[in-house]
């Protein structure tokens, strides 16, 4: 069977891909307020291109894919070409990431479509303070969340990236609202990605201090999640909830780092936290035949570097989380 091993023996199997740079909120830590300078709509991948590379990677040994963005929602048809790479040989598991302000409308559609699993954007459960964060209504994001647990989406997982002064002081009621619904809850650690990502980390927590908090009111017992992202898991116990760490500040997981990200004008970031990165858009509209496409890949992983820099060059990452595809 095929794989794609990098130069410090890491099995590349997942792509993280982002289907626009858009998005219909305006998190404080990721994308600027009244930001517009978005990439050419003659740059995004077309659905037909995105399949295109999707199978290369499949044929690569890729099995499992998220679609990100920006908001992936605001791509418009995105049921569409969702079908259009669950049904790629090899393709073993969809995920997507959405911040759910247009997942109540989408989430039937998407669940027919074969995602299963899906991660949604919450930092705050007070509708005053989740305008501050984020710009948008809290309503629609329950709403969302809601329908996606109606139409049967499982695990649904909860992001909320904490921050001091800000939302910290909700992480016990974040608990007890994943609880109460069946959720999977995750923490994670600002990263200093563009401007907004650099002075969010000025409210940055080390997730080792919620931990210890969370200790204090809940039995946490040593947990695993299927999926073998970055999140370290602990259980609570007598729940069946799984709280998850992502601490790429306070303790980097580099060495066990399985993706690649695709921009949604075709670029291939080999990590999020440097610039190493390669064209596929070029080659494709070039009319690469598929065995070019595959060797431009496996050179694209030989370029993958070992370890992110958020702590030693935090001035490094120009780009904002939402252009790389979080
Ligand atoms: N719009 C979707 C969402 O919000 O879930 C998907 C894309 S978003 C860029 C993916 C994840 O990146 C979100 O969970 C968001 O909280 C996280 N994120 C964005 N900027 C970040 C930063 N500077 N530090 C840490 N996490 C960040
Ligand atoms: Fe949009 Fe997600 Fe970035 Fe928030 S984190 S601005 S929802 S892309």
Partial sequence: MKQLIDR?????????????????????YCMPKGFKDFEEPEHWL??????????????????????????PLVRKDLPQLAARLAAL??????????????????AVELHDAGIRRINVSLDSLQSARFKDITGGKLDKVLDGLMAAKTAGFAPIKINMVVMKDVNVDEVETMVDFC??????????????????????????????TVKARLAQRFELLPGVMPGGGPARYVQVAGTDLRIGFITPLSQHFCETCNR?????????????????RFELRPLLRAGCTDA?????????????PERHEFNEKPEQVLRFMSMTGG
């Fill in 89 to 106: 040989p090899g393709i073993e598991d969809l995920s997507l990431s959405t911040n759910a302000t247009r997942l109540a409308k989408h």
């Fill in 179 to 208: 609880i109460e619904h069946g959720f999977t809850l995750r923490f994670i650690e600002t990263m200093p990605m563009g401007d907004t990502g650099r002075a969010a980390t000025d409210r940055f927590v080390d997730l080792h």
């Fill in 292 to 304: 070019e496409l595959d060797a431009a890949i496996l050179h694209a992983i030989d370029l993958k």
């Fill in 260 to 276: 690649v990200r695709l921009s949604v004008d075709g670029t291939l970031y080999m990590c999020l936290g440097q610039e190493h």
């Fill in 46 to 71: 077309s659905f037909a291109e995105i399949e295109r590379v999707i199978a290369a990677f499949a044929r690569l040994g890729t099995k499992r894919v998220r679609i990100t963005g920006g908001e």
């Fill in 8 to 28: 410090f023996e890491r099995s590349i199997d997942y792509v993280r891909l982002s289907v626009t740079d858009r998005c219909d909120l305006r998190c404080v």
